[in-house]
């Protein structure tokens, strides 16, 4: 008795199916590989200010008047129950590492009222300051550091006030190959009200570019930013005369409005990744 095989071929329908399998089955390998954890550095640790040094202006360095930054139930806090009166006590809390290429995201909120004698345009008003001067190189009785300024803005329940604005104070940036002298720029973020908590970030490429981001949107974005030339102090901080900031210090700021920070967290970016 003779017995024959038939070997059976495969359809095309199967085979275009194993092959879409495999395929799915290799990317997902690829992806899980490269989707890594981002590896993001608490420069708060939600239990003390270890690792910032307070500089309110007409103190000393180190002196935290009326202890204007505290920590309270996990929350970094602006707060002003110790004054009778602002008295252009403006304050910065300097983190003790300098950075250059960086995101860094903040959770902030406004709360309470402005403490009396606080300037009009300092309602609901923080800041982010970036690419900074060490606070040793300030004067007692300056008002801000040499830096940028990533404005951090509350609504007033009515008007429009965008947040995540530029300020410059003794710097300069380049927009569309201009450069800008003005002091304040607006982002074009929406306006939040009320005593929400806003996530705020900032990415940082040394004198590259710098963008401003809210809700995921890049709202403001620029390069090359330099110190002004026009300010003396400013000028002092040049080394061999190049004004280009490169990097600098990071410092929360006060500004007489009662502020809250619950997250601020750094992820260092490569220098050569663009």
Request: a negative charge; glycine letters at 10%; one cysteine or more.
């Amino acid at each position: 008795m003779t017995i024959s095989f038939r070997i059976l071929r495969p359809s095309r329908s199967l085979l275009r199916f194993v092959l879409i399998v495999g395929s799915l089955l290799a990317v997902g390998r690829s992806t899980s590989h490269a989707a890594e954890p981002e590896q993001w550095i608490p420069l708060f640790n939600g239990r003390d200010l270890e690792g910032w040094t307070p500089k309110i202006r007409g103190y000393d360095l180190g002196v935290n008047f009326g202890d204007t930054f505290r920590v309270e139930d996990g929350v970094l806090k602006v707060a002003y129950d110790a004054y009778d009166a602002f008295d252009e006590r403006f304050g910065h809390l300097f983190y003790n590492q300098p950075y250059s290429h960086y995101r860094l995201r903040v959770e902030y909120r406004f709360v309470g009222d402005q403490v009396p004698g606080g300037p009009n345009w300092a309602f609901r008003n923080s800041g982010i300051m970036i690419h900074g001067e060490s606070p040793e190189t300030m004067t007692r009785d300056q008002d801000f550091p040499t830096s940028i300024e990533v404005q951090l803005l509350g609504g007033n329940g009515k008007d429009t006030r965008t947040t995540a604005n530029l300020c410059t104070p003794g710097t300069n940036v380049v927009m569309d190959g201009q450069l800008i002298t003005r002091h304040c720029t607006n982002s074009t973020s929406r306006t939040y009200h009320g005593d929400q908590w806003v996530v705020a970030e900032v990415e940082v490429r040394g004198n590259e570019i710098i963008r401003h981001v809210i809700d995921g949107n890049v709202v403001l974005e620029y390069v090359e930013p330099q110190l002004d030339d026009r300010d003396d102090h400013a000028r002092s901080l040049a080394r061999d005369g190049d004004l280009m900031l490169h990097g600098g210090t990071i410092s929360l700021q006060s500004e007489s409005h009662p502020v809250e920070f619950r997250r601020v967290e750094l992820l260092p970016l490569d220098e050569n990744a663009r």
